[in-house]
Structures are given as C-alpha cells and as structure tokens.
T-cell receptor, first 115, second 111 residues
Framework: KAGVTQTPRYLIKTRGQQVTLSCSPI?????VSWYQQTPGQGLQFLFE???????NKGNFPGRFSGRQFSNSRSEMNVSTLELGDSALYLC??????????????FGPGTRLTVT | DQQVKQNSPSLSVQEGRISILNCDYT??????FLWYKKYPAEGPTFLIS?????DKNEDGRFTVFLNKSAKHLSLHIVPSQPGDSAVYFC??????????FGTGTSLTVIP
C-alpha cells in the first residue's frame, strides 16, 4: 500500500506570493490533517478534513486554508506569504480519528522557504 | 498554550542501555496518546500508541507507560540501538479532536 505523498517536496517563494501544497492520503484513509513544523515549535496543527469537510481547525490566521476532494486528496493554500511561514508542512492521513484510536500516518513534508 | 510538553530537548544514551523519553500533558480529557519517531528530511513515523484505559503498552523494544493522575507518559526503549537516534515526538488527543504534539526530544544513541 502506497504511503502518504506530498508535492512538491521543496518550494521557494517570495513574500506576498501565494502557494498551494498537495497531499494524497493512504488509499482508504478519509481523514487528512495538516501541520506546520518549525524549529523549537514542534508540530502545530493547522486543520483536519474528513469527507470534504473541515472538522477541526488550529490557531492559524485566515491566510491558511485548505480543502479536500471527493477522492480524499487534500490541498493547503497559504496566501500573502510572510517570512515566518517558512517551515516544513506535513500532511497526515488516518482512517477516521473520530471513531476511536486512529494513528496518523505522515507524508515526507513540503519544505517551504519564503524569501 | 502548549498542551503537550517534552521538557528535554535532547538525550544521549549508550548503546544497549535504556532510553527513557518523557512527555507531560495538561488536558485531562486526552484519551489517546502516540509516539512518533522522525529522521531528518522525513515525515514522522508512527511508533506506538496507548489509550487512556491502559497504563502500559509494549511492542518489542518499545514500551509506553501512562500515568493519568500525573498526566505523564513515557517511552522506554530497551536496549537502545544506534539506529534509534532520531527526534521523538509524543502526541495526545481527545477522541474526535485534533492531535497536540510536543516539541520533540532528540535522542542520540552512542555506539
């Protein structure tokens, strides 16, 4: 079974631009979560999608948004990029966290650098 | 606010000895806990989990202990191997809600 895939793996953008990151979950997984990882901050939860609906949301500004498609693939968009948005963005999929113990499986991440 | 804390940023252990990684949480509603291992340039890899109805879960060299009254969990690795050198994250959630992650502990196993 293929793992979680994320594209692109690396991205360099300029302040003010916008960016879209993509995540394909493990086949059969219906929940996709997004995290931001920065040095010293661990993994900060952005949002979780299940069946094309945002089910949980972290404390990030509205510049961060996402969506999920009917095939469970998910995209994350960041508009008006700031230098502080430079981070590793991780996507994780699980079958359905809402039904009990469900571990999340992570993709390799997209390394975003904002200059 | 950091609901899950890993107060030791780093840990060094001799090969063959026990590694103990600690994690504290503040939300008494958390009922599911996980440990992940992360190598550089890779996403975290699921290691072991425990639900709040248990106080111990074992998988090979890895054992997770949960002390609900102290809101504390720990990961024991016995015996430690050089390949265990990585960053370890603990995570916690209340069923149906988001996972909260600690800031990680970098483990170095010295051959």
């Amino acid at each position: 079974k293929a793992g979680v895939t994320q594209t692109p793996r690396y991205l360099i953008k300029t302040r003010g631009q916008q960016v879209t990151l993509s995540c394909s979950p493990i086949s059969g997984h219906r929940s996709v979560s997004w995290y931001q990882q920065t040095p010293g901050q661990g993994l900060q939860f952005l949002f979780e999608y299940f069946s094309e609906t945002q089910r949980n949301k972290g404390n990030f500004p509205g510049r961060f948004s996402g969506r999920q498609f009917s095939n469970s693939r998910s995209e994350m968009n960041v508009s008006t990029l700031e230098l502080g948005d430079s981070a590793l963005y991780l996507c994780a999929s699980s079958w359905n966290p809402g039904t009990g113990a469900n571990e999340q499986y992570f993709g390799p991440g997209t390394r975003l650098t904002v200059t | 606010d950091q609901q899950v804390k890993q107060n030791s940023p780093s840990l060094s252990v001799q090969e063959g000895r026990i590694s103990i990684l600690n994690c504290d949480y503040t939300n008494s509603m958390f009922d599911y806990f996980l440990w992940y291992k992360k190598y550089p340039a890779e996403g975290p890899t699921f290691l072991i989990s425990i639900s709040s109805i248990k106080d111990k879960n074992e998988d090979g060299r890895f054992t997770v202990f949960l002390n609900k009254s102290a809101k504390h969990l720990s990961l024991h690795i016995v015996p430690s191997q050089p390949g265990d050198s990585a960053v370890y994250f603990c995570a916690a959630s209340e069923t149906g809600n988001q996972f909260y992650f600690g800031t990680g502990t970098s483990l170095t196993v010295i051959p």
